[in-house]
């Protein structure tokens, strides 16, 4: 089940989504119709519209029963959403990935150059809404892009790094993911109004539940399947990207064979010992341990806003995020 369903408490939340997947469509509609069709591919594909579900829902705060939001909500999370997926067009250029959400990725369909120039557009279309939103909102995406920016650079940075640290990693994903979320919480406080003292505490929340979120892919990228995840599973390890389990295993008695497997490139089958040695280690238990951490904050956030049905859906996704990965972990581990 998609993040975003764990919103489902939110009675419009359906009907909000299927607005903004139209104005989504319509957005990246460009003068060339070669353009349009490669903007458009990863939209068409599907996706959790988990960002521009947590801006809907952030707008909504301050009201108890929930309503349609305004357009002005829905051109903000299409903004938030446009941004993620040019920074996905940009990321599997540099994984050289091809597949994304189970579907063949842009640079393998049309090539590197195109993606990134097509990734360039989806961003240009972004940053065109967030100004039409004001001011505040387009300085703040315009932040947004520089932080996700900044942790990519940090995590190619410490690439095939046997020493990377904790502090590393999340200053890492502090940066590419979580900033993001923050932000798609921030503009819908900002677009609907809300108090400044609300629009903190959201925005905090949705800093502390994309550290989690982040952990916890990084998790499913150990433990899941390819077909759960849309996309190969363990491709992390093959990039020398080690992520908290990664790094959480290092210190354990499974460390010195862990370490001598990787540092370098590694073929699919050394992939493979290496998930299961982080797997016996409890790197995987640690990395979940961090994330509850995380989610714990995002709660602690929520507790200063008005009781209404978003704040619980907000509680909801949360337990949702937590959950599915404890599930996963679970089975992985007693398999």
Known sequence: MALVKSLSVLPTLEDDLSRLEQILIDSVIAENDYLTEIASHLITAGGKRVRPGFTIAASGVETAIAENVSRSVLLGGVAVELVHLGSLYHDDVMDEAELRRTVPSVNALWGNLTAILAGDFLLARASEIAASLGTEVAGLLAKTIGELCEGQILELQSTFKIDRSLDSYERSISGKTASLLATACKIGGLTAGLSRENIDAISAFGH???MAFQIIDDILDLTATD????KPSGNDLIEGVY????I????TK?????????GNEISLDERDRARELIRKSGGVADALTRARHWTSQAVSSLDCLPDSEATTAFH???EHLINRASSTTFDELNQ
């Open 227 to 230: 077909e759960e995840l849309g």
């Open 248 to 251: 959480a295993a290092f210190s």
């Open 243 to 246: 992520t908290l389990p990664v």
């Open 316 to 318: 909801a996704a949360t």
């Open 254 to 262: 499974y460390g010195d064979e862990l370490e001598a497997l990787l």
């Open 208 to 210: 502390s539940y994309g």
